[in-house]
């Protein structure tokens, strides 16, 4: 059974930065899309960030160029480090695994597997 665990939500101020880690135990690393996702009150669900097995990366236009995802097959993690927070960026994080071959990268609908969420907070 495939888990997530995600690590790094702490409350922060604007323009500062946090790193957010997800680990996935349960299955070999390799075959998973990685994405991350929030959630703030109120919302749905939207895409952040996600790398492929390619190791290629693809971002949503709100985080480009303030947000970095990255994977280190070894630890079974994937990272998202950002930068230059704003509090719009406050939500719940979450981490998803999908199978590489499966839809795209930018629906919930396309990943199997979910963490528990990490609480960000973004205060002006």
């Known amino acids: 059974q495939v888990q997530l665990v995600e690590s790094g939500g702490a409350s922060v101020q604007d323009g500062g930065s946090l790193r957010l880690a997800c680990v996935l135990s349960g299955h070999t690393f390799d075959g998973w899309k990685m994405g991350w996702f929030r959630q703030a009150p109120g919302k749905e669900r939207e895409f952040v960030a996600a790398t492929t097995t390619a190791s290629g990366t693809y971002y949503a236009d709100s985080v480009k160029g303030r947000f970095d995802i990255s994977r280190d097959n070894a630890k079974n993690t994937v990272y998202l480090q950002m930068n230059s927070l704003k509090p719009e960026d406050t939500a719940v994080y979450y981490c998803?695994?999908?199978?590489?071959?499966?839809?795209?990268?930018?629906?919930?609908?396309?990943?199997?597997?979910w963490g528990q969420g990490t609480q960000v907070t973004v205060s002006s």
């Open positions: 998803a695994a999908g199978l590489w071959y499966k839809g795209s990268v930018y629906y919930p609908r396309d990943y199997n597997y």
